[in-house]
């Protein structure tokens, strides 16, 4: 006779309380000054207006991103810095927003808000961080940002969901690509790398 059907296992016991958790720590309801404060942040970050704002504002942070190059004259770089910090804010309002609205249990179902508040949390580390070399990395990844357009480009959003589901496929594919990459790459430095010292 098994003893795993006379009661409820330990795995059982500690998935009940965890969901029990995210009922009280991520569905915020608390009171009805909450409840109201939510709905009208509801309203504003949710009006069609703010949207079209948001889109502009990664529209125009890619044009920024794309004008970035080395050896910039100071008042460009200044001025890109200061777009930086104004879209990093406008994203991590919107974010916030968004959380307050939904309330963490149900921001988080939704794939395109974890992917906005990964980019987001990104690039807050990167503003951090902004003084420490060799950290030039965490640059890159404000990049993604573009890939927001895709929540109000259908097309896009096709397009993203293709390669998604072809990327499994194709992931043999592309390890021996970048194998095969990597040896040229080792071999052009080996042969020629001494003359561009």
Request: net charge negative; charged share 20%.
């Amino acid at each position: 006779e098994d003893d795993d059907e006379d009661g409820p296992t330990f795995k059982d016991i500690a998935l009940e309380y965890i969901l029990k958790g995210i009922e009280i720590f991520c569905v915020w309801d608390c009171c009805w000054v909450w409840l109201k404060f939510q709905e009208w942040v509801s309203f504003i970050v949710f009006d069609p207006f703010v949207e079209l704002f948001i889109t502009l504002c990664i529209v125009v942070n890619t044009m920024f991103m794309a004008m970035d190059h080395h050896d910039m004259n100071p008042e460009l770089e200044k001025v890109l810095k200061s777009g930086n910090y104004f879209f990093t804010a406008t994203f991590a309002i919107e974010a916030s927003m968004k959380l307050m609205a939904m309330s963490p249990k149900y921001y988080f179902q939704e794939g395109w808000n974890i992917f906005d508040f990964i980019i987001v949390a990104l690039s807050l580390l990167e503003l951090g961080l902004e003084g420490v070399q060799g950290l030039s990395v965490l640059r890159s990844f404000r990049l993604l940002r573009v890939f927001k357009l895709a929540k109000s480009w259908p097309t896009l959003n096709l397009l993203i969901s293709i390669m998604g589901r072809t990327m499994g496929a194709l992931g043999n594919l592309t390890f021996v690509l970048c194998i095969i990459i990597f040896i040229f790459a080792v071999m052009g430095m080996q042969l020629f790398g001494k003359n561009y010292i």
